[in-house]
Nanobody, 117 residues
């Protein structure tokens, strides 16, 4: 599967942004999907993930209550809605696809999200 992330940009603290990740191929619905992020000088970290049907989601404590992941299997797309953004959310956001919630085998190219204070 090939992944293409989009929708990043510059937003003020407290604002909202939605990023998307479009997947190629007919097997999108068989993958667990996740969003990760990497800030300058830091390791890539898990943000949130979603099961194959979209009924199960899980997220890092740092974004709980602010970020929401969703997917549309008919459109082969996973979304990340980010609300109440903070400067510390600034990072390159990557989408990943995997056969389990714990291992992601395919990655998109990343989209930059910058939150100004």
């Amino acid at each position: 599967v090939q992944l293409q992330a989009s929708g990043g940009g510059l937003v003020q603290a407290g604002g909202s942004l939605r990023v998307s990740c479009a997947a190629s191929g007919r097997t999108f619905g068989t993958y667990f999907m996740g969003w990760f992020r990497q800030a300058p000088g830091k390791a890539r970290e898990f943000v949130t993930g979603i099961g194959r049907s979209g009924s199960n989601t899980y997220c890092a404590d740092s974004v709980k209550g602010r970020f929401t992941i969703s997917r549309d299997n008919a459109k082969n797309t996973v979304y990340l809605q980010m609300n109440s953004l903070k400067p510390e959310d600034t990072a390159v956001y990557y989408c990943g696809a995997g056969g389990t919630p714990f291992k992601y085998d395919y990655w998109g190219q990343g989209t930059q999200v910058t939150v100004s204070s």
